[in-house]
């Protein structure tokens, strides 16, 4: 073979292994290219679910490609997120997780997935408060004086919750446990049941999200006493957090994030980061966040790695102080 002729024999076989080699980049850059899957692990209707479609209509305009939402409700967000953890790793199904989650490592034993091996992190999308509230016959108007009257007569205050395990019982036993206080807990099958219980007077205090309990809040027929974030909420600008009102370093919460199954190409990773980002960023999805007391974030997947991982070992702390169980 001549000289000439196996230069332009190698040459083509460098091209051709240069398409084929990097099937990646070409992937990335037509992503995507059909419709795309956005796991929520929660029933429609739920805060969780409302969340989830305001944000996938927001990213079907980021994407120029229709974004629809598959709930997959059951065992307290698991099967949900075991559903992403075995699907394909193209970008195509990514999962709408939450705070829930991050706790739920400890509080089951047999999990078909894990948490910090199986997803590759997007972004972390949103963060809301709970409110904490109380039945307006308790003479109470701050949290100082909850926690006094709670250590008055330990055991005798009643509290409402969603469930054993669930965000608003770890909340709760979180605060117990930082202002050294005993309440009796309460668990409900949901969060419509638990506040019918409360606006009855049946039970004292809960915690509830702003969007759950804003109708009454804004009618007089609960007490709001603190939010349960680190800074003050847009939506109750006057009301102070835990924090300031008098247990130093308290931060709870609900935040909601983007996962992909492990394995998903970078360049595909960072196309729904920026896509996810630029979907926070339409005023429509920040005035309907905003009405319910959300705060938009769109973080750097590294921070959400290091965030999740934080809040698994904040969270496996109060399950194993509290005894926490699930049903």
Do not use: C
């Not at 990335?28 to 795309?36: D, E, G, L, M, N």
């Not at 209707?45 to 974004?67: C, H, K, L, P, Y």
């Not at 997780?97 to 991050?102: E, K």
């Not at 009102?245 to 190409?265: D, F």
């Amino acid at each position: 073979m001549s000289a000439n002729r196996l230069s332009v024999r190698l040459l083509f076989v460098v091209i051709l292994g240069g398409v084929t080699l990097n099937p990646g980049m070409t992937n990335a850059q037509t992503f995507p290219s059909r419709i795309v899957r956005y796991v929520v692990p929660d029933t429609p209707g739920s805060g969780g679910d409302v969340m989830g479609r305001i944000i996938a209509n927001a990213m079907t305009e980021s994407f120029s490609q229709q974004v629809i939402v598959d709930n997959r409700a059951g065992a307290s967000s698991n099967l949900g997120a075991e559903f992403v953890a075995r699907a394909p790793a193209d970008g195509y199904t990514m999962l709408a997780v939450s705070t829930t989650l991050s706790a739920n490592a400890s509080l089951y034993k047999n999990l078909g997935y894990d948490l910090g091996k199986d997803f590759a992190p997007v972004t972390q999308l949103a963060l809301t408060p709970h409110v904490l509230i109380v039945h307006p016959s308790l003479p109470v108007k701050t949290v100082a004086e909850f926690i006094k009257l709670a250590k008055d007569k330990p055991g005798a205050l009643s509290y409402a919750s969603t469930g054993n395990g669930s965000g608003l019982h770890l909340s709760m036993e979180l605060l117990k446990s930082m202002a050294g206080i005993d309440l009796l807990h309460v668990p409900y099958k949901g969060g419509g049941a638990a506040l019918g219980d409360l606006l009855s007077g049946n039970v004292q205090a809960m915690f509830v999200s702003y969007g759950a309990g804003s109708a009454h809040i804004k009618a007089g027929k609960i007490r709001v006493l603190a939010v349960t974030t680190g800074q003050r909420s847009p939506a109750l600008p006057d009301v102070p957090t835990i924090a300031e009102a008098g247990v130093p370093g308290y931060e709870s919460g609900v935040w909601y994030a983007l996962l992909a199954p492990r394995g998903t190409p970078q360049e595909v990773i960072n196309r729904l980061h920026d896509g996810s980002v630029a979907a926070l960023q339409s005023k429509e999805l920040r005035e309907r966040y905003a009405a319910d007391g959300v705060k938009a974030i769109g973080s750097a997947p590294e921070f959400l790695t290091r965030y999740i991982q934080t809040e698994r070992v904040k969270w496996a702390e109060v399950v194993k102080r509290s005894g926490a169980t699930v049903e």
